[in-house]
């Protein structure tokens, strides 16, 4: 449900880019950042994992050619290690895990309730501080050994963007330019955009958007970007103000920065059909018939709005489904534009009149409290 521009997307793949930090200037910079204004408590947990993939499991690496049952009995043998040693947990997610974070010892850092799979934020709730999972986890990736950790406040940042792309294997097939006439036209700019003028460049030299900036939303400055080093960049400008160019393997970008914009709690129902965005294979119906389903359970959630969380389990075609459509919570600007406009109307306890269309299918949204 994040938000994502169709050609950003093709951006987005380039996980590990390499930010070039002294080839960059901030426009207009400022020593007010505020800083405080931008601490948030990542709202509600914060842990380590050690994942035990298996042959078929979800982005197993073609490395892994263990079975499910292999991958349980090794899960098992290292829960039995930690509870003998469990400050060797870092050490054995470097050895031992197959997921990302194997290398920062596991660390996941700390999240929202909702932004993980539904199995593994019900594991972590179980735990006290620095409590281990008694049992392997299962989840679609695997098996995991789960460390609960403290949650601690720790810089946000906002912002927008707009990118001067080259011609390359992962990039949109209408960008021809090669990367010294990006360079070129990028450098041609670093000294004329600003804090005034940035959307006006923005709307005529985007190519990850059309005619505007493409938002990148809140992240915490521990977030692993496609710029890396972003959160560092974008600490020594003022609200409004911009850095750039920050070159990536796919382009330049010009960043903009923007104060926090609020945090929303929410659940949602979402009635899938047949080519929608992630739809499953085995959902056949019309996008007409999306829309019939969704308004019939529009009208039972008003009807009984108690009632939200058992009609999520029982019709969501989303991932929050089994867990009562809970999202948990987000800084707008991380759900689609659709979503986040529906919200920006409602207040806690509403639920939308109508089914809110996005490319995912049609959405039945619940407001809630932020503390709720």
Known sequence: MTSSKPSLSLFAPLLLLLLIISGCNANQASSQTEPDAQLFSSDDFAGSHILVAYSGAMRADSAVTRSKEEAFAKAEGLIAQLNEAPETFEELARTESDGPSGVEGGDLGSWPKGQMVAEF????????????????????????????????????YNADLFIIGFAGPRTPPTITRDIEGARALADSLKDVINASNFEEMAAMHNDAGEGEATPVGVFPETAQLPISGLADTLSTVGFGEVVGPLAFQGGFAFVRRLEVSDQRAGAHIL?????????????????????????RITALAKEDPTNFAELAKEHS????????????????????????????????????????????????????????
């Open 121 to 156: 934020d019900a594991a972590i709730e179980t735990l006290e501080l620095n409590g281990i999972t008694s049992e392997p986890v299962e989840t679609a990736f695997g098996y995991h050994v789960i460390r609960r950790n403290a949650v601690e406040k720790i810089p946000h």
């Open 271 to 295: 009635i899938s059909y047949a080519g929608a965005r992630n739809a499953a294979d085995d959902i056949t119906r019309t996008k007409e018939e999306a829309l019939e389903e969704a308004m």
């Open 317 to 372: 075609n989303g991932p929050s489904g089994p867990g009562g459509g809970d999202l948990g919570k987000w800084f707008k600007g991380r759900m689609v534009p659709a979503f986040d406009d529906a919200l920006d109307t409602m207040d806690p306890g509403d639920i939308t009149d109508e089914p809110v269309e996005t490319e995912f299918g049609y959405h039945i949204i619940i407001r809630n409290e932020i503390g709720g």
